[in-house]
């Protein structure tokens, strides 16, 4: 086993040193992804005049829809590289510089790099994104109490890089030019980057390798692929912009939606099936895959937050503080200001509730926080309701949305990136993570379909798209809660009583 010197020294808020590293590399990372996301709508649905791009609502959120997902699902392939080739910590580092010449593109005043940038971040967000999650699981023993408080922790960082982003990017895009918000995300990610070469030793030896690594011959074939598959999609992203293939947004975005769940299943049952897994592994396997599908309703519904209700915020909500116009994109602030404030008070819950023998298992937690989501959407049926009689509501209707979506997913979101990581088998954390992300591409594809129904020129039909996320949410939250009070046992079968599989002679140390 390798050294937990790194790993078992507190050094932040009685967690690992190497837990400052992380939360502070994804808070500036958070910063500049979220900055320039809940920008995107806007300004792709913003005229020629104020110099957006006009493109249809249903576009615009289908390729929001596709960008965000996008982002997630290259997870998958960003997780199994750190697993074979690079190892996390030089895969978040990768990935890091990638995202920052992504914010660079966009910053560019032309129209013809924009999806260039795009897919810069989203590559760059795959490589980063499951495997600085997964580095903070390796910080922790398996049977670390501190692990669920540890994930809360950095999770309130996720979102301290929220507030920031939403306040600095949105200003700066709304109110003196889209693109210099997008270049406040790139100054955001830079000092992300600096702040995690400079403070990369306090990781120790986690994750500094690969976890499963490849033979010589492996690697080389693995590496030709890579490069195969980037140098298509430069060909496919010249011929786009060239005018020479012409791609329908929404029709993209259901076939997309459509590919990521049967990829989804197929590397589930994959690793399952072929991975060597014993007894309990499998048990767990289950009962994380409850999590991975209260996981993908979760963000269908929560995600409606950078299109369908950015759009509601810009266009129906009453704006006015005096002679001061609110940016449209601030209202995405409540969510990480409330998850700021009552993160503290969430991971000390679960501790409480430890003491006491109180744990819920991770599927009822997910359970009760999609439920909570959904009634989110009950607020806003009724908002849309004073919209679709022409009317532009107060602020607290949003503001009341927005709280709901927190306390949601502060149930949900830190819990199921917390069961990844110890219900994973420890030979395919990277990759599980990446699996699980795979949920937010699923998500926001669907979120992003969802959005689309919103017509500007027939906002009679917004309150039904409202009820409908409700009741589905609310109907799969149950399903899940009445599942889960059977999945609890599967959480901890086996637990000090089988090993792993011993690894080859030849692989390196894990690192714990």
């Known amino acids: 086993m390798s050294s937990n010197t790194y ?27 979220y900055g320039m996301r809940a920008l995107l709508v806007l300004f792709m649905t913003a005229s020629l005049q104020q110099e957006g791009l006009a493109f249809t609502v249903a576009a615009a959120t289908a390729i929001y829809g596709l960008y965000t997902g996008a982002v997630y699902f290259l997870g998958l392939p960003g997780g199994w590289i750190a697993d074979r080739l690079l190892g996390g910590q030089r895969t978040v580092w990768y990935g890091g510089i990638i995202i920052m010449c992504g914010h660079i593109v966009l ?4 129209d013809s790099t924009f999806f260039v940038g795009l897919i810069l971040v989203a590559t760059g967000t795959g490589l980063l994104k499951p495997n600085i999650s997964a580095l903070v699981g390796h910080l922790y023993q398996p049977d670390d109490v501190r692990r669920d408080s540890g994930y809360a922790l950095y999770y309130m960082g996720i979102n301290i890089g929220s507030v920031l982003g939403y306040m600095i990017c949105g200003y700066f895009g709304e109110k003196i030019g889209w693109h210099w918000g997008f270049g406040a995300a790139a100054v955001g990610m830079a000092i992300g980057l600096i702040q995690y070469r400079k403070t990369i030793g306090n990781l120790g030896d986690a994750s500094l390798k690969p976890e499963n690594p490849m033979t010589a011959q492996g690697e080389k074939k693995a590496w030709s692929t890579i490069w195969a598959v980037v140098a298509a999609v430069v060909a496919i992203t010249a011929l786009t912009m060239a005018g020479m293939i012409t791609i329908n947004p929404v029709v993209v975005a259901q076939y997309v939606a459509v590919a990521f769940t049967l990829i989804f299943f197929a590397y589930y049952a994959y690793i399952y099936f072929a991975g060597n897994l014993s007894g309990s592994e499998k048990k767990k396997m289950w009962a994380l895959f409850l999590v991975c599908v209260a996981s993908a ?4 519904g929560f995600e409606q937050a950078g299109s369908s209700l950015n759009l509601f915020g810009r266009d129906y909500t009453d704006r006015m503080i005096g002679a001061f116009e609110i940016p449209a994109s601030w209202f995405q602030n409540v969510n990480p200001m409330f998850i700021i404030i009552l993160s503290p008070f969430f991971a000390a819950l679960w501790i409480n509730l430890g003491k006491r023998m109180i744990t819920p298992s991770y599927g009822m937690k997910c359970a009760i926080g999609l439920i909570i989501m959904a009634s989110g959407f009950i607020v806003m049926f009724f908002a849309a309701q004073y919209a679709a009689e022409g009317l532009k509501v107060a602020p607290y209707w949003l503001v009341t949305t927005y709280f709901l ?10 819990v199921a990136l917390s069961a990844v990581s110890k219900l994973s088998p420890r030979r395919f954390a990277g990759q599980m993570m990446g699996v699980f992300v795979l949920t937010y591409s699923i998500g926001n594809i669907i979120a992003g379909l969802l959005a689309g129904n919103f ?15 409700a009741i589905f949410s609310i109907g799969i939250g149950a399903v899940i809660a009445l599942v889960s ?21 030849e692989a390196p140390a894990k690192a714990v």
């Open 7 to 33: 790993q078992n020294s507190d050094g932040f808020f009685g967690h690992p040193k190497g837990l400052s590293t992380l939360f502070f590399t994804e808070m500036w990372e958070r910063m500049s992804y």
């Open 107 to 110: 910053a560019i005043p032309s």
């Open 297 to 300: 309703c979760f963000w269908s």
């Open 405 to 414: 979506h927190t306390v949601g997913e502060l149930c949900l979101s830190p």
């Open 455 to 469: 017509d500007p020129n027939n906002v009679s039909e917004l309150p039904n798209l409202y009820l409908q996320i």
């Open 485 to 505: 009070l059977k999945s609890k046992a599967w959480e901890t079968h086996g637990d000090g009583e089988e090993k792993e599989p011993v690894e080859p002679a």
